[in-house]
């Protein structure tokens, strides 16, 4: 120890100092350990971390398919040119020293006595940047020439890629056609900078089909800060269908790792958690017989260019929706893929594309509405073989009379029904309003169907204190279906009831979910659920339903007077047009006063068939049509013409309809 002895001899502060410089040594020395041995992998960790951007990749969305696995909407690639940026930094490079040295001819006052050029570091960026847009403004020129397709390069998009996000690929020509990925492959794929991008992007296979009803996507951009340093382009629901089951078809999103130089430039790229696709949905929807309800609805008599108007085929022995059609409808096509010229119509206030009309429209039923009128007189004692001889209009206090289509004439029960007669109905039924009001919230009018697909509108059923010459609401026009509201949906409900006897189902239009991976099913809406058992006289159904049947079926007299629906479904010479499928139905015609309405008129026609063993509802709704005998009558003609041609042609899928 004769460091330590030497140092005895000399004065405490010299020994001071030497455990001073002695302590800072092992401090010193401890702190490079602690740095370099114990610390080594933390830092390697957080500088790894610090490199590194992780890129959210979404998934293949679902298909939504009708009921026989026909597709609806669909995922299909969309090709794009993209540029790797690192894989441009020779030429980056390159070209920052041909400006440099361009800017230093014009301004010699940057060059000093030795010939070296000296730049503001404001400047150098700029110029660097600057380089960096000619080498891809130049190759995005060539590119898309060759391409057939010229273009120039959209700086500001380039700068702001540039600054945040250079480290994944920028997109230079999007949406390749075939022709053009031929060339890009035969012409640029030896070019590492340059590659073909798959991107998918959802297509609506049938264009404006059944669109109100299945929505749509928008492109969603994503939002950097959170677990993801960039999202890809995805797309999410936005409304219908598409919005209501987003989650399901959406799928789960994967991410990528993609390490980062000090350029912030891609140096590699690993997938750290792949994407699961979404699940196949499958409705209840029958594609042919939506195709046959939209072509016949945008046929109907005195509809005009513009038909305005709904239809619902509902199978009646379990609530299945098989169309939902809507007019005037729309392509969702255009919204998804950006084509603002083609779209301005959407906002329309009368037509309303967007607005489907056949669940969340509300209008007055008119005279489909006396079916439940009938039942509340039966059930209150009307005898229905009594005869009324009506006038043919009836008097609202001094100023208003009530026209009346049917004429004047003697009245019983089922010939004022399949005539439809106002005054009958209006005589027969004004004293018994409190009845009538009860039946219609027995059928659950004026209440939401329940169906789990979007909003829907619950109509009005007022309750009687509400009904008074004072109060704006008349007995005489409730008894004829004018002063309350429905929806298209809800009535065909009404009808299904009067159809199967009793039951009133909840509405569905969702079947199930299916992995197209593991090939799992999922139920989503079960069939048959039970809304009501409502309760109805057997005795009085079987009047209604003779009444409904005669509406289609009862042969003009001497007079020209028969069922208002008879034109529809027969030939000239009285031969049914429909074979031996007979239908049951009602036709009706609101006029609609509402200030500010784009509709002065709603027509329509409510039915179910076959007559003896019913299988279907379908229910038509025009809005400003002539009366639903003439306009909505031969529309759902036409529909049970192409239900018995599905019907032939595949017997045993029809017959297990209900057990799907």
Not at 139 to 163: G, M, Q, V
Not at 179 to 189: D, G, R, T, Y
Not at 242 to 265: C, P, R
Request: proline content about 6%; some cysteine; hydrophobic content about 35%.
């Amino acid at each position: 120890m004769f460091i330590f002895d030497i140092f005895k001899g000399e004065s405490g502060r010299v020994q001071a100092v030497t455990t001073v410089v002695t302590a800072g040594m092992l401090a010193l020395l401890g702190g490079l350990w602690l740095v370099q041995i114990v610390l080594t992998k933390k830092y390697q960790q957080t500088s790894k971390d610090n490199a590194t951007r992780h890129v959210r990749t979404p998934a293949i969305r679902g298909r939504i398919l009708d009921r026989n696995g026909l597709g609806l909407a669909e995922e299909k690639p969309r090709y794009n040119a993209i540029l790797y940026l690192e894989e441009l930094q020779p030429q980056f490079s390159l070209q920052y020293v041909h400006l440099c040295r361009d800017y230093a001819r014009m301004h010699p006052e940057v060059v000093n006595a030795k010939g070296k050029t000296n730049l503001p570091s404001a400047l150098r960026e700029q110029l660097r940047q600057e380089a960096d847009c000619d080498v891809v403004s130049n190759l995005t020129y060539r590119l898309s020439a060759s391409l057939e397709e010229p273009r120039l390069l959209n700086t500001n998009a380039f700068l702001r890629h540039y600054k945040n996000d250079r480290y994944v690929p920028f997109q230079i020509v999007p949406d390749l056609t075939p022709k053009q990925v031929a060339i890009l492959a035969e012409q640029w794929m030896g070019q590492t900078a340059v590659d073909l991008e798959t991107q998918p992007v959802r297509v609506y296979t049938n264009k404006s089909l059944a669109a109100n009803f299945l929505g749509y996507v928008q492109r969603q951009n994503g939002s950097k800060g959170g677990e993801s340093s960039y999202d890809m382009p995805d797309y999410a629901g936005t409304s219908g269908v598409e919005y209501a089951y987003d989650d399901i078809l959406q799928g789960q999103a994967g991410k990528n790792s993609v390490l980062i130089n000090n350029m912030f430039y891609r140096q590699s790229q690993e997938i750290e958690t792949p994407d699961e696709p979404g699940s196949d949905l499958y409705l209840t929807i029958d594609l042919r017989l939506q195709k046959a309800a939209e072509k016949a609805l945008a046929a109907a008599p005195f509809g005009g260019p513009d038909i305005r108007g709904a239809v619902v085929i509902m199978d009646p022995r379990n609530g299945d929706i098989l169309a939902l059609a809507s007019a005037p409808s729309f392509d969702p096509n255009y919204i998804v893929q950006g084509h603002p010229g083609k779209i301005e119509h959407l906002n329309d206030q009368k037509l309303k594309p967007q607005f489907n009309r056949a669940v969340t429209g509300a209008y007055p039923p008119g005279s489909t509405f006396k079916i439940i009128t009938a039942i509340a007189c039966l059930e209150d004692g009307l005898d229905p073989n009594e005869v009324y001889e009506s006038q043919g209009f009836y008097q609202v206090g001094r100023s208003r009379a009530i026209g009346d289509e049917a004429g004047a004439g003697k009245f019983d029960l089922v010939r004022a029904f399949y005539r439809s007669s106002n005054t009958y109905f209006i005589v027969k039924g004004k004293d018994r309003l409190s009845k009538i009001l009860e039946v219609a919230k027995r059928f659950h009018l004026g209440e939401k169907t329940g169906i789990s697909t979007q909003r829907e509108v619950a109509g009005n059923v007022p309750e009687p204190d509400m009904v008074g010459p004072s109060l704006g609401m008349s007995a005489a026009d409730i008894c004829i279906g004018q002063e309350i509201t429905a929806s298209p949906l809800q009535l065909a409900g009404m009808v299904s009831v009067i159809a199967n006897g009793g039951t009133l189902y909840v509405p569905r239009v969702i079947s199930h979910a299916k992995s197209p991976e593991t090939g799992e099913i999922e139920e989503l809406v079960p069939q048959g659920k039970v809304h009501d058992h409502v309760k109805i006289d057997p005795r009085h159904l079987a009047i209604i339903r003779h009444a409904m049947l005669e509406d289609t079926e009862h042969a003009p007299d001497f007079m020209g007077l028969g069922g208002t629906a008879y034109t529809a479904f027969h030939y000239n010479g009285g031969v049914p047009k429909l074979g031996g499928f007979r239908v049951a139905g009602k036709t009706g015609t609101a006029e609609v006063k509402s200030p500010g309405s784009p509709y002065s008129r709603v027509t329509w026609f409510d039915s179910y068939g076959p007559f003896e063993d019913p299988r279907y509802v379908v229910l038509v709704m025009v809005e400003d049509g002539r009366f639903g005998g003439n306009t909505c009558a031969p529309v759902a003609e036409e529909i049970y013409e192409a239900i018995l041609k599905r019907e032939k042609a595949s017997p045993r899928q029809i017959s297990t309809l209900a057990h799907n």
